[in-house]
T-cell receptor, first 112, second 114 residues
Framework: AQSVSQHNHHVILSEAASLELGCNYSYGGTVNLFWYVQYPGQHLQLLLKYFSGDPLVKGIKGFEAEFIKSKFSFNLRKPSVQWSDTAEYFC??????????FGAGTRLTVKP | KAGVTQTPRYLIKTRGQQVTLSCSPISGHRSVSWYQQTPGQGLQFLFE???????NKGNFPGRFSGRQFSNSRSEMNVSTLELGDSALYLC?????????????FGSGTRLTVV
């Protein structure tokens, strides 16, 4: 069965710092990959997704993620975070069925 | 367009009772999935419905069930509630194959079992 690991439980950064959140998955076949964000008090929203093609995908609000197939990774990055990026971030993987598996989430706190 | 609507937003139930949660997907979305979100376990997949048929199911006991109506609205039922069922229950809809479109999530129903 597919599984997703997000190794960072809580990340604290200062504004303007660079961000990289790790995501690794285990699944032997072709996967579609997603990052979702949950701002405080709001519902989960799609940040970006990867299906095929260019392994570097760009999403909303300046976020990007890189798919490295050999490492089974899909790390999320942002060059310069803002206080408004404080949220919980979830990596998700969808393999051969419609059962989308989510990582445990990484809570990001950005200090102003 | 309206998003995914879940009702009620909050619910308090007693152990042993049953509960029904409702979800109205985005208009035109035929796939509806349910997740249980808890601080310790994150998002756990419950089931997915498409065109009134359960298409996929997670590893939850039979006390958790669901259904989908012809207008794509979905309900989730939990019978014989246990304290451990306290969680945020999320509904998510998709235009078609989830792997191709991803989800749009509702705000959830927070269930507290006392």
């Amino acid at each position: 069965a597919q599984s997703v690991s997000q190794h960072n439980h809580h990340v604290i950064l200062s504004e303007a710092a660079s961000l990289e959140l790790g995501c690794n998955y285990s699944y032997g076949g072709t996967v579609n990959l997603f990052w979702y964000v949950q701002y405080p008090g709001q519902h989960l929203q799609l940040l970006l997704k990867y299906f095929s093609g260019d392994p570097l995908v760009k999403g909303i609000k300046g976020f990007e993620a890189e798919f490295i197939k050999s490492k089974f990774s899909f790390n999320l990055r942002k060059p310069s975070v803002q206080w408004s990026d404080t949220a919980e971030y979830f990596c998700a993987v969808n393999g051969g069925n419609n059962d989308m598996r989510f990582g445990a989430g990484t809570r990001l706190t950005v200090k102003p | 367009k309206a998003g995914v609507t879940q009702t009620p937003r909050y619910l308090i139930k007693t152990r042993g009772q049953q509960v029904t949660l409702s979800c109205s997907p985005i208009s035109g979305h035929r796939s509806v999935s349910w997740y249980q979100q808890t601080p310790g376990q994150g998002l756990q997949f419950l089931f997915e419905y498409f065109s009134e048929t359960q298409r996929n199911k997670g590893n939850f006991p039979g006390r958790f069930s669901g259904r989908q109506f012809s207008n794509s609205r979905s309900e989730m039922n939990v019978s014989t509630l246990e304290l451990g069922d306290s969680a945020l229950y999320l509904c998510a809809s998709s235009l078609g194959q989830v792997r191709n479109y991803g989800y749009t999530f509702g705000s959830g129903t927070r269930l507290t079992v006392v």
